[in-house]
């Protein structure tokens, strides 16, 4: 049997991924997911025709998204992820000695529950005691929390795990949400989005990088590979209100980062600040 | 009209590029050529099925190939590439101010001739006088200059700016070509191969270093990201006699690099050392 996956990346540019099952296809209340065994990757999580991740190197991306905005962070106590049902960023996050308490806002109950069903390894600490999940709308919610929230309810940390600016996550690439979210942080708070590839998406990540340095005292972006996305390599946007993102916080001094040695198959205190040293054509994008 | 190129990067992953035409199509005494008009990348040179380079960023494979060896050597003067018939490397390496000569041994005449007609912004310096072009095997070249040569005709610099270990290139991946190549550099010489994709050939980049480690008295592997090469992530394995490959040499404390800022599109002197900056699952496979 020879079958492949196809993804249409951009226009004029795609990858095929050759399968050797279809583990499930569904149409949730907002999307459709597909989850497919494949002989390069092991199974991969599909929404609206789009990769999210294979199991193979869902590493990569986890870890970036959630461990470089934590470390920059004194003492992150109350994350909140948007997006991110599948539990991967989650996962990551509990690595970290200060974290408290997580709210997982995931607008889509059903990518949480064919996560845990067909993710064990990635939703492993949905379970966790500290962790919260709401499935609602990341918009409302963050909006809600800013125009009302208690000083308490804000957050250290918002993480935005999203799928790409189209459909459901949409909203998450404009203003009034990047506004609100601000809203909801700390006056020492970090945010911090995926904002797709420096190769294909270059106007998205300048009018989001824009956005960001206007509301933030610091901003900044960092990049890592992702052979599964396109052009392999991915951006994040990071916005700060006192740290720097670039260097782990003081506060991690004694910490040691080889107790995770084995789970931590990307990230490290070196590509920390590395991932944020650009080449210069991504460097122009951000001018 | 809707019409694709595919590329089978492993037995299980592969790209499609959305082509506007097909500029040429020939068979040399050694690979089937195939030049495409893209909508994506612009003109696209494809050896053998795969993807060579793609106009729109062949910046980043040709500087970091050329680039990072030559500027973490005093003195450069020397330079021998093997392969690389298009002149993408020779354009960069002729941005180093102590280059004097570049011998540039190809083993595919066809690669130059279209590479002069269909590239002319990769090809632009492989008419300079101190470019000199020899259509040969790179293997039995370095054996000879190991074997017989005399001390002047030894090089500063080796870079290997070759296809995949399969077909023509196959003998440039083997310990006897490595152990030549080094008898043929000067006694501070630098080795420099593509060494393939960190997700894709962790066997290769693994056997390679193991016999560039053992021949060399420093060795090292450095990547950079590609979007056209299988993974989107590339690296390049160096093997140093004296230098320490990941930081530039101090002869260039005073060299302007910003002289070159429109035409460095990735290098610079943070991503020279921050390419050498690995994720773990990278280094593990080194260990």
Known sequence: ????????????????????????????????????????????????????????????????????????????????????????????CLKNPFVKHIDLVEIDKKVIDVSKEFFPEIACKLEDRRVRILAEDGIEFVKRINEGGSEDEKYDVILVDSTDPVGPAEGLFRRDFY???????????????????????Q????DVGKIIKEIYAKSSLYCASIPVYPSGLWSFTAGSKKYDTKVINESYNNFDFGRFEADLKYYSPEIHSSSFILPNFIKEILK
């Open 1 to 92: 049997m020879e079958a492949w996956f196809f993804e249409n990346q951009t226009g004029n540019f795609g990858i095929k991924i050759r399968i050797k099952s279809v583990l499930l296809h569904e149409f949730s209340d907002y999307q459709e997911i597909t989850i497919y065994d494949t002989l390069e990757f092991g199974k991969v999580l599909v929404l609206d025709k789009a990769v999210m991740f294979a199991e193979k190197n869902e590493f990569v991306y986890h870890e970036m998204l959630g461990l470089v905005p934590l470390f920059s962070h004194k003492n992150p106590e109350r994350i909140l992820i948007i997006g991110g049902g599948d539990g991967g960023v989650v996962r990551e």
């Open 179 to 201: 506004e609100a979210a601000a809203g909801s942080l700390k006056d020492d708070g970090i945010f911090t989005a995926q904002t797709e590839s420096p190769f294909f998406n």
């Open 203 to 206: 106007n998205l990540i300048k």
